[in-house]
């Protein structure tokens, strides 16, 4: 069954401090990850796009790896700010199928002063 | 520049009432798509057009309706929303298959409340 699965489910960390967040797949045969970060009430903005050969994909502070053995994918935010606070949301993309796309449940992510 | 407008960003309407929900793009891509989100839940793929053609997932409800009269408008219609289609719902553009690593935008989405 292709299935996304992220951890944790929530985080909550001081402004400056660095973070990971986590995302196993079990979609085949894959396509490419995507990492979404949602704002509350608005919708996803991607922040990467990795295929099967890509091991590591930056966007500023965020930085994506993915190990295509292992189906695993991190995102690691740098010097975190309050403004990173949202859902992010791993997405993977199967080759085949009519509905291609799986989505995690994402991780909430709240930055403190 | 707003590249996937959706109008009204909030709608509340009553249970069997029917509403339609709307979504816009500049970017003159050839798939559109409509998602359901509840909180705290993933999106949820309902269909999606790719030029004219409909798409509709199997586990879509038939109180669920869509049309897409030309490349820039989708619209959502619900028949008769019940308290549990009570969700924000997301509209997305893609220029070509996203399996094939073509971008996916959203828009801002409609947060739908049911009376």
């Known amino acids: 069954k292709n299935q996304v699965e992220q951890s944790p489910q929530s985080l909550i960390i001081l402004e400056g401090k660095n973070c990971t967040l986590q995302c196993n797949y079990t979609v085949s045969p894959f396509s490419n990850l995507r990492w979404y970060k949602q704002d509350t009430g608005r919708g996803p903005v991607s922040l990467t796009i990795m295929t099967f050969s890509e091991n590591t994909k930056s966007n500023g502070r965020y930085t994506a790896t993915l190990d295509a053995d292992t189906k695993q994918s991190s995102l690691h935010i740098t010097a975190s700010q309050l403004s990173d606070s949202a859902s992010y949301i791993c997405?993977?993309?199967?080759?085949?199928?009519?509905?291609?796309?799986?989505f995690g449940t994402g991780t909430r992510l709240t930055v403190i002063p | 520049d707003a590249m996937v407008i959706q109008n009204p960003r909030y709608q509340v309407t009553q249970f069997g009432k029917p509403v339609t929900l709307s979504c816009s793009q500049t970017l003159n891509h050839n798939v559109m798509y409509w998602y359901q989100q509840k909180s705290s839940q993933a999106p949820k793929l309902l269909f999606h057009?790719?030029?004219?053609?409909?798409?509709n997932e199997a586990d879509t409800p038939d109180n669920f309706q869509s049309r897409r009269p030309n490349t820039s408008f989708c619209f959502l219609d619900i028949r008769s929303p019940g308290l549990g289609d009570a969700a924000m719902y997301l509209c997305?553009?893609?220029?070509?298959?996203?399996?094939?690593?073509?971008?996916?935008?959203f828009g801002p989405g409609t947060r739908l409340t049911v009376t």
């Open positions: 997305a553009t893609s220029r070509d298959q996203v399996a094939e690593g073509y971008e996916q935008y």
């Open positions: 057009y790719y030029d004219k053609d409909f798409n």
């Open positions: 997405v993977v993309s199967a080759k085949t199928g009519a509905n291609n796309l799986f």
